[in-house]
């Protein structure tokens, strides 16, 4: 894609702007550079040209992609992130912690071949961190040099894209080719981001006032990641597709540790993910996710362990729970219960 941003803004600095095409109507130059691959803003309505073998082809190649990349996504997970490729919608993921929000990001980068560009939400967030803010340091250092040389800046030459330093969302629109967003843990951040938000999602574009609207000639893929601390805008989850993602059921974690530890032997694995299991029907106050699942593999892995007896289980809970109050929930009768309850299916 040649012409990746437009300029659309009344105070576009270039002399030519009035000339221009509005936003949504391209020049000849622009419809030229469409690729036949991706479903661009020019012809919104042609159906992209999609090689059976590219990774968004079909929801078996996101997941095989996503597979390639040791991340296991389920049937409904994967059909979302193809949804949300082929739409061109953003993606947000809501679930407990600890169950792959922020990584399929990463492997969704990986598997469609695009860079990964992440905004850390926190509370007080704000535009100059998000999108974007102007170099003024720049651009006192050219009032300076104007002044030495006896010219005159006007204030479309001091705002012009060059002073411009780009956030990861305003990087998210000029990336080629089109890359991955993730905007990981938004209920971190204040409501208002999310209402400056609203337009990015909807348009993939920003108005910036000094400039005007930056619009990106192919979106990036959008995933946006919630843990629920407090409800997101029904605006936003509007313009969004919506997944939730829940704890893996035994057999797809067991393909997980599978996948993300080889090494580790197949009956400990088992063992591993039959006693987590066993603890998520325990009302305890944080459940184990599959983080935590994986660093308990890898733990076990760190001290020899060749199977799960009481006394490992015990030294090693701080792994998996994280509040006291859960780890003496389980410790001692619950533990034994659990891992009678492994010896039992290992039996049957
Ligand atoms: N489907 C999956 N396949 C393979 N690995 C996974 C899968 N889901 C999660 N993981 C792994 O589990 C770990 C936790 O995932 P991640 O950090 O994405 O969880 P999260 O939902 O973002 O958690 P939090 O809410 O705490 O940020 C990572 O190591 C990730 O790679
Ligand atoms: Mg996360």
């Not at 679930?95 to 980068?109: F, M, Q, R, S, V």
């Not at 030495?148 to 411009?164: G, K, N, P, S, V």
């Not at 829940?246 to 067991?254: G, K, T």
């Not at 760190?302 to 199977?307: D, G, K, P, R, W």
């Amino acid at each position: 894609m040649a012409v990746l941003v437009r300029f659309c803004g009344p105070a576009d600095p270039s002399p030519s702007h009035r000339q221009r095409r509005p936003a949504r109507f391209p020049s000849a130059a622009d419809v030229r550079s469409c690729s036949p691959h991706t479903r661009c803003r020019h012809h919104p309505n042609v159906r992209p040209a999609v090689p059976d073998s590219a990774p968004d082809s079909s929801i078996d190649a996101i997941a095989a992609g996503l597979q390639a990349q040791a991340y296991l996504p389920s049937r409904e997970l994967a059909t979302a992130a193809f949804l949300a490729l082929r739409l061109q919608r953003p993606l947000l993921l809501e679930g407990a912690p600890g169950t792959g929000k922020t990584a399929i990001a990463a492997a969704l980068a990986a598997a469609l071949g695009r860079s990964l560009i992440r905004l850390q939400c926190y509370e007080g967030l704000d535009l100059a961190s998000a999108a974007y803010e102007w170099n003024y340091a720049r651009q006192m250092l050219e009032i300076r040099l104007a002044q030495a040389q006896d010219h005159q800046r006007t204030a479309d030459e001091l705002f012009a894209r060059r002073f411009l330093i780009e956030r990861p969302l305003l990087q998210a629109l000029t990336t080629t080719p089109a890359p991955v967003l993730l905007i990981d843990e938004l209920d971190r951040a204040d409501a208002p981001f999310e209402a400056f938000l609203l337009e990015f999602l909807a348009d993939f574009q920003l108005s910036i006032p000094e400039l005007g609207t930056l619009a990106a000639a192919t979106p990036p893929l959008v995933v946006l990641t919630s843990n629920r601390s407090r409800e997101v805008h029904d605006a936003v989850k509007r313009r969004c597709l919506y997944h939730w993602l829940d704890f893996p059921d035994a057999a797809r974690e067991l393909a997980i540790v599978r996948a993300r530890l080889p090494g580790l032997d197949a009956a400990l694995a088992r063992q591993i993910v039959g006693f987590v299991q066993g603890m998520r029907r325990i009302d305890l106050y944080k459940l184990p996710g599959l983080a935590e699942t994986l660093d308990w593999s890898r733990a076990l892995v760190e001290l020899n362990a060749v199977s799960l007896d009481p006394a490992t289980v015990q030294s090693t809970l701080g792994v998996l729970l994280k509040y006291q109050d859960d780890i003496a929930r389980v410790q001692g009768s619950e533990a034994a219960r659990l891992l009678a309850e492994l010896r039992t299916t290992a039996r049957a």
